[in-house]
T-cell receptor, first 112, second 112 residues
Framework: DAKTTQPTSMDCAEGRAANLPCNHSTISGNEYVYWYRQIHSQGPQYIIHGLKNNETNEMASLIITEDRKSSTLILPHATLRDTAVYYC?????????????FGKGTLLTVNP | NAGVTQTPKFQVLKTGQSMTLQCAQDMNHEYMSWYRQDPGMGLRLIHYSVGAGITDQGEVPNGYNVSRSTTEDFPLRLLSAAPSQTSVYFCATLDRTNYGYTFGSGTRLTVV
């Protein structure tokens, strides 16, 4: 699976959009971009994933650049409960590769 | 629908003791896995299973055993606990419709 690079930490004001970047310049054509988050002391929570098109669900939006070398997770109206470590993970979809490799992620702190 | 249930939530062991961390799921997911998370580090894969009767080693399997006799259960056994196994352990299942993982709430293990 391709390696990802994320900032160590970010701050965001409550009610504003939080934009979390991720670089994955070595991504292959069959690899998806996944985002998870881990709120303190809890298990990681799936947020969203995409291949090349932008995706949106009830939690967030995922914007993937046209060359797929980077992506941005957008939380449109951040709340204090969104304070968490956010992990960007690239992995091949399908087949027998089920492993998920977590890096250090980005600690997002939402401030009142 | 409970998702992924881990028991116990907390455990203190003495060096050399054995124990089993339980993981049960009610989503009929074939893939299950165990991760450990140490302070300041990402999650590391211990063992995984792609279905009943099939298990395989992950990144850090030493000191741990697993078995998968049913789809629902995937217990993790520590045969002789060591202080280096002090960690938070997470069980996760994979939904193959979107390749999203569901994590349990974790077991905090301290070996003294």
């Amino acid at each position: 699976d391709a390696k990802t690079t994320q900032p160590t930490s970010m701050d965001c004001a409550e009610g504003r959009a939080a934009n979390l970047p991720c670089n994955h310049s070595t991504i292959s054509g069959n690899e998806y971009v996944y985002w998870y988050r881990q709120i303190h002391s809890q298990g990681p929570q799936y947020i969203i994933h995409g291949l090349k098109n932008n995706e949106t669900n009830e939690m967030a939006s995922l914007i993937i650049t046209e060359d797929r070398k980077s992506s941005t997770l957008i939380l449109p109206h951040a709340t204090l409960r969104d304070t968490a470590v956010y992990y960007c993970i690239v992995r091949a979809g399908g087949g027998s590769n089920y492993k998920l490799t977590f890096g250090k992620g980005t600690l997002l702190t939402v401030n009142p | 629908n409970a998702g992924v249930t881990q028991t116990p939530k907390f455990q203190v062991l003495k060096t050399g003791q054995s124990m089993t961390l339980q993981c049960a799921q009610d989503m009929n997911h074939e893939y299950m896995s165990w991760y450990r998370q140490d302070p300041g580090m990402g999650l590391r894969l211990i063992h995984y299973s792609v279905g009943a009767g099939i298990t395989d080693q992950g990144e850090v399997p030493n000191g741990y055993n697993v078995s998968r006799s049913t789809t629902e259960d995937f217990p993790l056994r520590l045969l002789s606990a060591a202080p280096s196994q002090t960690s938070v352990y997470f069980c996760a299942t994979l939904d193959r419709t979107n390749y999203g993982y569901t994590f349990g709430s974790g077991t905090r293990l301290t070996v003294v």
